[in-house]
């Protein structure tokens, strides 16, 4: 079945250690994207990248990092500089330029303990 | 800025009744608006996507309207049902304003549908 796909699902942190989201697509997708949701707030854009081996910054991206060695794969690095991590994090992918077929994945809670 | 307001915040209503939840923006220029439905979670789903001259498009018993000019959309829920309780979130693209995605995310309703 072709999808996205997130893990873990749930994902627990000490402070001041480093933690890596895996996002995974079979969709043949160019673009991909991570978001960061919090309670009340719309989605917020963390990183994406339009094509392997280039990634933009997003509004939030102070404090993570990525990388798009592979097509199918963008992972999610939630350093210890960031200051807030404790959220739900969605990966999206879709046809490049136009999110006109775009698709979420199941998501992956991080708690900071 | 671009904005994406949906109202209600949240909404409770029994099974089998009809609701419909609003969403205003100021994005522009306006390229589609997306409704997403997000169970507890999970993520989100896709509703429906509508372009300018798209003025209806119904996905069984959800119905989303779209009013360019005046730059409102809405989704009607006919005989909700308890798998309905969810958030639905509306979500634009276009214009200069919005992210480096160029979409701009609404907050979300959070309905509740009651026995």
């Known amino acids: 079945d072709g999808g996205i796909t997130q893990s873990p699902k749930y994902l627990f942190r000490k402070e001041g250690q480093n933690v890596t989201l895996s996002c995974e697509q079979n969709?043949?997708?160019?673009?991909m994207y991570w978001y960061r949701q919090d309670p009340g707030q719309g989605l917020r854009l963390i990183y994406y990248s339009q094509i392997v081996n280039d990634f933009q910054k997003g509004d939030i991206a102070e404090g993570y990092s990525v990388s798009r060695e592979k097509k199918e794969s963008f992972p999610l690095t939630v350093t210890s500089a960031q200051k807030n991590p404790t959220a739900f994090y969605l990966c999206?992918?879709?046809?490049?330029?136009?999110?006109?077929?775009?698709?979420f994945g199941q998501g992956t809670r991080l708690t900071v303990v | 800025k671009n904005q994406v307001e949906q109202s209600p915040q949240s909404l409770i209503i029994l099974e089998g009744k009809n609701c419909t939840l609003q969403?205003?923006?100021?994005?522009?220029?306006?390229?589609?608006l997306r409704w997403y439905k997000q169970d507890t979670g999970r993520g989100p789903v896709s509703l429906t996507i509508m372009t300018f001259s798209e003025n209806t498009k119904s996905n069984g018993r959800y119905t989303a309207t779209l009013d360019a000019d005046t730059k409102q959309s809405s989704l009607h829920i006919t005989a909700s049902q308890l798998s309905d309780s969810a958030s639905y979130i509306c979500v634009v693209r276009g214009g200069s304003g919005g992210g480096a995605d160029g979409l701009t995310f609404g907050k979300g309703t959070h309905l509740i549908i009651q026995p």
């Open positions: 969403c205003n923006y100021t994005v522009s220029p306006f390229s589609n």
């Open positions: 969709l043949n997708h160019d673009a």
């Open positions: 999206a992918s879709s046809t490049r330029g136009g999110w006109t077929e775009a698709f």
